[in-house]
């Protein structure tokens, strides 16, 4: 079966502008996060959606980030006026169910540049 | 909160050699744990988990990982490794809770697998 896409897959961006990435979970699953991934780490999160309800944005680093899930399927992170410290790869992760002993998996990310 | 520290940044280790990737963790409550493994050029894919129960986890390809408790620590290993296991691997935790704004995973650091013919 499909498993989670995120598109763009690269993005180079101005700094300053605005970007928008995609991520298209697995069909049916409730739970969806984004990471970010700086170059040689770890992921680190960014935010949680249950269905359509961001319950969690602890992870965001500034207010120029936002993430939406408004029909609780495609989920969409948003960074507004992009410094060049935002370079990183964002990974979208959903799950089955809430349960957090569940496996969540991973799409391939979208490997953002800032110049 | 939690954290999670990968003592080995890279390994380089010969074909059909052991290897052990360490993984230690920190957290004030109960943890599942994950090893979850990226190849070149794809996304992160689990590896194995840690839930409850016999703390020896196994996966299909071969690698182990043990729950030790009192060291709080999640050592991965596998007794003879293969070309196509060179890969980076990660260690990663989110806490046992009733009510939970989603299980976060906490990831360490990575560690980076070479394997030499």
């Known amino acids: 079966g499909a498993g989670v896409s995120q598109s763009p897959r690269y993005k180079v961006a101005k700094r300053g502008q605005d970007v928008a990435l995609r991520c298209d979970p697995i069909s049916g699953h409730v739970s969806l996060f984004w990471y970010q991934q700086a170059l040689g780490q770890g992921p680190e999160f960014l935010t949680y959606f249950q269905n359509e309800a961001q319950l969690d944005k602890s992870g965001l680093p500034s207010d120029r980030f936002f993430a939406e899930r408004p029909e609780g399927s495609v989920s969409t992170l948003k960074i507004q006026r992009t410094q060049q410290e935002d370079s990183a790869v964002y990974l979208c992760?959903?799950?089955?169910?809430?349960?957090?002993?569940?496996?969540?998996?991973f799409g391939p990310g979208t490997r953002l540049l800032v110049l | 909160a939690q954290s999670v520290t990968q003592l080995d940044s890279q390994v380089p280790v010969f074909e059909e050699a052991p290897v052990e990737l360490r993984c230690n963790y920190s957290s004030s409550v109960s943890v599942y744990l994950f090893w979850y493994v990226q190849y070149p050029n794809q996304g992160l894919q689990l590896l194995l988990k840690y839930l409850s129960g016999s703390t020896l986890v196994e996966s299909i390809n071969g690698f182990e990982a043990e729950f030790n408790k009192s060291q709080t620590s999640f050592h991965l290993r596998k007794p003879s490794v293969h070309i196509s296991d060179t890969a980076e691997y990660f260690c990663?935790?989110?806490?046992?809770?009733?009510?939970?704004?989603?299980?976060?995973?906490?990831f360490g650091g990575g560690t980076r697998v070479l394997v030499k013919p």
């Open positions: 992760a959903s799950r089955r169910t809430r349960e957090g002993g569940e496996t969540q998996y």
């Open positions: 990663a935790v989110s806490e046992v809770r009733i009510k939970a704004a989603g299980n976060k995973l906490t």
